[in-house]
Nanobody
Framework: QVQLAELGGGLVQAGGSLRLSCAAS????????MGWFRQAPGKEREFVAG????????YHADSVKGRFTISRDNVKNTMSLQMNSLKPEDTAVYYCAGRSKPYYNTRSSEYDYWGQGTQVTVSS
């Protein structure tokens, strides 16, 4: 069992940066692939980035590639999303998710554990 909690959301101007963190409880964090998803009002939840259990493989959605960077620390049981060059269209609730498999997946249905979400608002 893994419990997840996101930290670091907030309000930022376009072009600015934010860093989201996801703290995980449980001794098996290093065996879980992790992902970040986001959901804007009236839209479906979408994949943002994924990282394998070991941290050696990462993938970013085209919409954030080159601006966002996913990482994890299996000693501290944390995952992060560094978000640079933020745009108003990045405004959403961001969720961290855990998958009890070694590799990430872009489908939200493939994830077993979810945080409560954190709001990111980018003003123009």
């Amino acid at each position: 069992q893994v419990q997840l909690a996101e930290l670091g959301g907030g309000l930022v101007q376009a072009g600015g940066s934010l860093r989201l963190s996801c703290a995980a409880s449980g001794r098996t964090f290093s065996s879980y692939a992790m992902g970040w998803f986001r959901q804007a009002p009236g839209k479906e939840r979408e994949f943002v980035a994924g990282i394998s259990a070991s941290g050696s493989n990462v993938y970013h959605a085209d919409s954030v590639k080159g601006r966002f960077t996913i990482s994890r620390d299996n000693v501290k049981n944390t995952m992060s999303l560094q978000m640079n060059s933020l745009k108003p269209e990045d405004t959403a609730v961001y969720y961290c998710a855990g998958r009890s498999k070694p590799y990430y997946n872009t489908r939200s249905s493939e994830y077993d554990y979810w945080g409560q979400g954190t709001q990111v608002t980018v003003s123009s």
